[in-house]
């Protein structure tokens, strides 16, 4: 299999309730714009995708409270949070990409992790798919949830870094702490290597890290 075949964009909730609403823009501090550039980035990462041969595959996020478990009510309840993505509602649309015919689309139901959506690991494992490469919202939830069990179920992870952004967190501090817990790489999405499935390099010493002293007898 080539690079390209064993490569998949995931782009992960790029709904009207995350990128557009007024839910979604209360919900969001930062600057409105972020969102836009977010969708824009990924809009072109797809379009970059597909023409590389790379296989796009969506996931959406639906919080229907019939699909919600007690700890997930209790939270939005002591929050005062009206669901999102409601199944059905202009809400739970894809926002500006769209899948193309053929391209899969799994469906979370309120959960993080798109591993929890039915069929989404048997259709990576089925496809053969090695190397994740996330685009989407928000990086310190649904993408991190995704992308921790990717890593640990052997998948190796990219973060386009132009390509999403945080909730909750201060960014920079999310992708940190993915290159270090999952050795993600976080290229732009405009960076060609992005694409390419990691292999293993020479070992290098990471800035700042504890290096070991050796234990020497008394005397």
């Not at 990924?42 to 229907?64: L, Q």
């Not at 894809?94 to 899969?104: D, Q």
């Not at 069990?149 to 992708?175: N, R, S």
């Amino acid at each position: 299999m080539t690079a390209s075949e064993r490569t998949a964009l995931v782009v992960v909730d790029l709904q009207n309730d995350f990128c557009a609403s007024p839910l979604a823009r209360a919900r969001f501090r930062g600057d409105p714009a972020v969102l836009d550039a977010v969708v824009s980035s990924t809009a072109a990462a797809v379009g970059e995708a597909r023409r590389r041969g790379v296989e796009v595959v969506f996931v959406r996020f639906t919080g229907d409270p019939v699909h919600q478990g007690a700890s997930w009510r209790l939270r939005d309840l002591g929050r005062g949070r009206p669901p999102k993505c409601l199944e059905g509602t202009w809400g739970a649309e894809f926002h500006r990409v769209l899948p193309a015919a053929g391209e899969a689309v799994f469906t979370k139901r309120a959960c993080f992790d798109a591993f929890l959506a039915a069929g989404f690991e048997e259709h990576l494992r089925g496809r053969g798919v090695e190397h994740l490469v996330f685009a989407g919202l928000f990086a310190d939830v649904c993408v991190d949830s995704t992308a921790r069990t990717a890593f640990q179920k052997g998948f190796h992870v990219t973060v386009l870094a132009d390509c999403t952004t945080a909730l909750h967190l201060p960014y920079e501090e999310v992708l940190a702490f993915m290159r270090v817990l999952y050795g993600a790489r976080t290229p732009a999405s405009d960076d060609p290597s992005a694409w390419d499935v990691p292999v293993a390099g020479p070992r290098r010493r990471e800035e700042g890290a504890c290096v070991p002293q050796p234990v020497r007898s008394p005397g």
